[in-house]
């Protein structure tokens, strides 16, 4: 069960969509919330406050009349619920519901506790909103996708529910459910705010921690079928370069590879005896993809470890607009809703992903040229040379996806258009952002299960498979399962998709 309490830790964060927990709020935030509310609605009385008793955006130049303040809301919801394209993943929607609900649990929005429980009962009840990929430009947050939310909460608009796209107005009376009550600034406080690009951020993060530890798995299986030097990988060498994550990609490789009878040491074998050859037969150093993945892959641990602080630090955010002070009965207007932090973290992340990709895509090339490896059949092929293929045909796909990664890299972050009359003249673009880094993560996996495919092809061909270590040999046994010896030709997408399923679970 995750609480909703003071703090959520994205582990707790992660916990709840990854791990089918509950949400419970505590009776701490519901006072909280509900304190917030009263002294928004007692404080809003004769003063001007943008949202309350004023229109949004450049319309703010125009008062509201009492008799109008909740029909605005209304207003403001159905004229923004406009967005276009894919339907977003339930998964993706999950986690922009429990950021959106921890912001408004924070006091600070001044909404009405109704929408607090609302919000925990379509997490705990699995009714996904109806919410598209286009829409938002991420300035007074994800107006678009959170405006779809705040439809559904009253009560309109359309959701999943038990794998089949419904009425919310259905579900709700199956349900027992009551949509919330509008009555100060509940259209204004669900739709101001970074909830949607955050939690897609945060389902994004933990692919990509897993795509780093299957890389690191893959690199150091690869150093084990070339027989390579360990020294790349020591600790003295890493050591001398003070980057923590590179230290640390090094120390998991070294210890993946504990017991493996395969990898060598260069003392052993350069440095003692005549040494008198004036050409070596054997190479003296591996090629940068196998010998500089610390290097490599260090940066992209901390880009990932710089993204989760940033992450953690948004879904306990309050970022909407204005901000309600209970303490210091106050309320303040500002720019919390913009979405700078994320859209340059999801950059980031983003071109990380991609060099992950392309340094899986040059391992694959090493494997599959026999010029270049000098030990295995050209494409790994186990069947009749020029008569059988192996996996040339699967190479292409990844190459392909990998120049797809390179393209979706261009930053988001630095692409703003001024829109909504020139009164959102920078904007983040943070949805975006975040959806084209889902896009790479997501052709990263594949582009990593046809590694895996050559790296297990290749085993068998060396038939290394019991000499290689521990920790590989459960991966080539895990993959196996899938992914049976290949000699006669045969239709492969079926195992990439397995495979990448394999990897994201």
Not at 75 to 90: A, D, E, F, Q
Not at 183 to 194: P, V, Y
Not at 220 to 229: D, F, K, L, T, W
């Amino acid at each position: 069960m995750s609480k909703i309490s003071q703090y959520l830790s994205l582990e707790q964060f992660e916990s709840f969509i990854f791990g089918n927990e509950t949400v419970e709020v505590s009776a701490e935030v519901l006072e909280r919330v509900s304190q917030s509310f009263d002294f928004l609605k007692e404080f809003s009385a004769n003063k001007i406050i943008y949202g309350v008793t004023t229109g949004f955006g450049p319309m703010a130049q125009y008062r509201i009349e009492d008799k109008d303040r909740v029909q605005l809301q209304y207003n403001l919801i159905r004229s923004h619920s406009s967005g276009t394209g894919k339907v977003l993943s339930p998964v993706f929607v999950k986690s922009a519901i429990l950021a959106r609900l921890n912001t408004l649990a924070l006091g600070n929005s001044g909404v009405h506790p109704s929408v607090i429980h609302l919000m925990q009962e379509l997490l705990n009840r699995d009714i996904t909103p109806l919410i598209f990929e286009h829409g938002g430009v991420g300035a007074s947050g994800d107006l678009v996708q959170l405006a779809h939310l705040a439809l559904v909460l009253i009560g309109e608009g359309e959701v999943f529910y038990k794998g089949e796209r419904k009425a919310t107005s259905e579900v709700f009376a199956a349900e027992g459910l009551q949509p919330i009550h509008v009555e100060i600034r509940e259209g204004l406080a669900l739709m101001n705010g970074t909830s949607v690009m955050t939690g897609i951020g945060v389902v994004n993060l933990a692919n990509a921690k897993k795509l780093l530890d299957w890389s690191l798995k893959f690199s150091a299986a690869i150093n084990e079928m070339v027989r390579a030097y360990d020294d790349h990988l020591s600790q003295e060498l890493n050591g001398a370069k003070l980057h923590k994550a590179q230290q640390e990609v090094a120390n998991r490789m070294r210890e993946h590879l504990e017991g493996s009878q395969l990898i060598r040491k260069r003392e052993d074998h350069l440095y003692k005896g005549e040494n008198n050859e004036i050409v070596f037969k054997e190479k003296v150093q591996e090629y940068y993809s196998l010998r500089c993945v610390p290097q490599i892959l260090g940066p992209v641990l901390t880009t990932i470890e710089n993204a989760a602080e940033v992450l953690e630090n948004e879904i306990n955010s309050a970022n909407d607009n204005p901000i309600i002070d209970v303490k210091n009965r106050q309320v303040y207007h500002g720019g919390n809703f913009h979405g700078d932090y994320i859209s340059l973290e999801m950059d980031k992340l983003r071109l990380v992903v991609t060099k992950l990709s392309m340094l899986a895509e040059r391992q694959l090339n090493y494997l599959m040229n026999a010029k270049i490896n000098e030990l295995l059949p050209p494409f790994v092929n186990l069947g009749k040379l020029g008569f059988n293929f192996g996996l040339q045909g699967v190479q292409f796909t990844a190459v392909s996806t990998t120049a797809e990664n390179q393209m979706l890299s261009n930053s988001m972050y630095v692409h703003s258009i001024p829109n909504n009359n020139d009164n959102q003249d920078i904007v983040s673009m943070g949805t975006n952002a975040a959806l084209l880094t889902a896009k790479t993560v997501e052709n990263a996996y594949e582009v990593l299960a046809i590694e895996a495919m050559a790296i297990v092809q290749g085993i068998d061909a060396l038939g290394y498979k019991d000499k290689v270590s521990p920790a590989t040999a459960k991966l080539y046994n895990d993959i196996k399962a899938i992914f049976p010896v290949m000699s006669d030709d045969r239709p492969l997408y079926p195992y990439v998709k397995d495979i990448k399923e394999y990897l994201m679970k």
